[in-house]
């Protein structure tokens, strides 16, 4: 039972929002507009089982001591702060939980996502060598683009935007195309072997 | 000098952060503005796609992203939400990320306050709801079914100004602004080629390469692409002494000091290996 009613359960409801896609109309419509709920209600509660996930992790670093296990007491104040002033004050803007928002979690993430800067330059500085005429290829247009997307591009020559945008326009989605269409046929065979219980590594060793 | 250039190529990363800090803070503490011209871009697009709506069209703004891109694309937003309020279009704010809600709601807030836009009658925000893709294509026969209420739990038939919306197909343009997944592939895919709502969006640099897939297509019709497509609506939207356009001296600056980094690493390795120790 452990493997049929998971595998009937996917057949079932990849079926229906397959034929739902192709006759929009009753009793598929119906069918697959619960389904949408459906997905938006397990999905909601795969929030909780992430909170979870946090304070189990966490609370068992602590209880452990396991490496860096002194940052984990900042990680459950830090949540339990922001859902105990969500739950008091809500969302409304100028109240606790927006000003904690706006005044601590927006800087902080923000600074963490510009550290990025200095481990890109660091990088760049040690791996982007034009060792071959491939590398040397994507380290011309690497450098078309970056000084194409600063002002400063057009300053030291004005034709500099226009080539990175062909670059953006002509060779970028000639490639990237080609990677989507090829990702784009692997989730539908993925997919349909999904729901015809085919690949069932999914089910995590039931099978 | 090729033993200036083997030790350069052994520089220690420290003295690279240290260089990096002080391309962004110099041209910041100075005050230092480069003039932004706006070239036929994809941001040009995007602008004269809204300039040219009619007053009182329905907008969906979609902020699907979080904190750590804010300095990137809430610039964009403002810059956006600044602009579709000058031209009196009718704007609904949403968030396929948790925390693109609290953000939106703050871009929208502020420039509605300095304009004179009234909540529920110019401007609302749904708040965030999970599921992405599979949320947008229910928005697309029912938007009241995702959002009984908005985010500050007021009805959604108590909201004027969504009277007349019913699904995605009330909307004269939807634009995401997006860091990632869900975001801007999921609005082109579910509302664009389904519902044919059309679709603008704005984004990180890293991702605008993959995008750019679908302004070719005329799947979407505009994109501002990072700190440079913020600076560029900015510009064109008029806003003077705005955040992105500040944030481009620094980044021309720190470009270009990653750009030295790359030459001389180039040519410590050239050194190194005309003298046969680099492999």
Not at chain 1, 87 to 109: K, Q, R, S
Not at chain 2, 210 to 226: A, D, I, N, R, S
Request: net charge neutral; proline share 5%.
């Amino acid at each position: 039972m452990r493997l049929i009613i998971p595998l009937a359960i996917t057949f079932t409801a990849g079926i229906v929002m397959i034929l739902n896609f192709f006759i929009p109309h009753q009793p598929f419509r119906f069918l697959g507009e619960n389904l949408q709920e459906w997905y938006m209600i397990v999905a909601s509660g795969a929030i909780f089982l992430g909170v979870m996930n946090l304070m189990h992790v966490h609370t068992r670093k602590i209880r452990l001591k396991l490496k860096n296990w002194k940052y984990s007491p900042v990680t459950i104040i830090g949540f339990l702060v922001m859902f105990v002033t969500g739950l008091i004050y809500g969302v409304t803007e100028n109240l606790p939980f927006d000003y904690l928002f706006m005044n601590m979690v927006a800087p902080m993430g923000a600074t963490m996502f510009s550290l990025l800067a200095f481990f890109v330059a660091s990088a760049a500085f040690r791996a982007f060598r034009a060792s071959n005429w491939r590398a040397t290829l994507l380290l011309t247009s690497a450098f078309l683009v970056m000084l194409g997307q600063v002002p400063i591009g057009a300053m030291l020559w004005d034709k500099i935007p226009l080539a990175k945008v062909w670059l953006m326009s002509i060779p970028n989605v000639a490639g990237q195309r080609a990677v989507m269409i090829g990702a784009a046929m692997g989730v539908v065979s993925t997919s349909l072997r999904m729901i015809f219980g085919i690949e069932r590594s999914w089910l995590g060793g039931a099978d | 000098m090729a033993d200036i250039f083997e030790k350069l190529g052994n520089l220690d990363r420290r003295i690279i952060f240290v260089l990096i800090a002080l391309a962004v803070i110099i041209p910041i503490i100075f005050e230092i503005v480069f003039p932004n011209p706006v070239g036929a871009e994809p941001s040009r697009d995007l602008f004269d796609y809204v300039d040219a709506l009619p007053a009182g069209s329905n907008v969906l703004l979609s902020f699907d992203y979080d904190p750590s891109t804010m300095p990137e694309l809430q610039p964009m937003a403002e810059a956006l939400v600044r602009h579709l309020f000058e031209k009196d279009l009718n704007v609904v704010g949403m968030a396929l990320w948790p925390q693109g809600a609290s953000l939106g709601q703050d871009a929208m807030s502020s420039m509605a306050d300095s304009l004179g836009k009234v909540q529920f009658e110019d401007w609302c925000n749904l708040g965030y709801k999970t599921g992405g893709g599979v949320m947008i294509v229910r928005l697309g026969t029912s938007m009241s079914a995702v959002f009984p209420t908005d985010r500050d739990n007021v009805p959604w038939s108590e909201i004027p100004m969504l009277r007349g919306i019913t699904n995605l197909e009330s909307f004269s343009l939807i634009i995401s602004l997006s860091a990632g997944d869900p975001g801007i592939i999921a609005w082109v895919m579910m509302a664009g080629d389904r519902f044919g709502v059309p679709i603008g969006g704005g984004c990180t640099a890293v991702s605008a390469p993959t995008l750019y897939t679908y302004l070719q297509t005329g799947q979407m019709v505009g994109l501002l692409g990072g700190l440079k497509g913020a600076a560029d609506y900015e510009t064109l939207v008029g806003i003077e002494g705005g955040q992105a356009v500040k944030g481009m001296a620094p980044q021309s600056v720190a470009h270009i000091v990653i750009m030295l980094f790359i030459i001389i690493g180039n040519v410590a390795y050239f050194t190194r290996k005309k003298k046969g120790g680099a492999k």
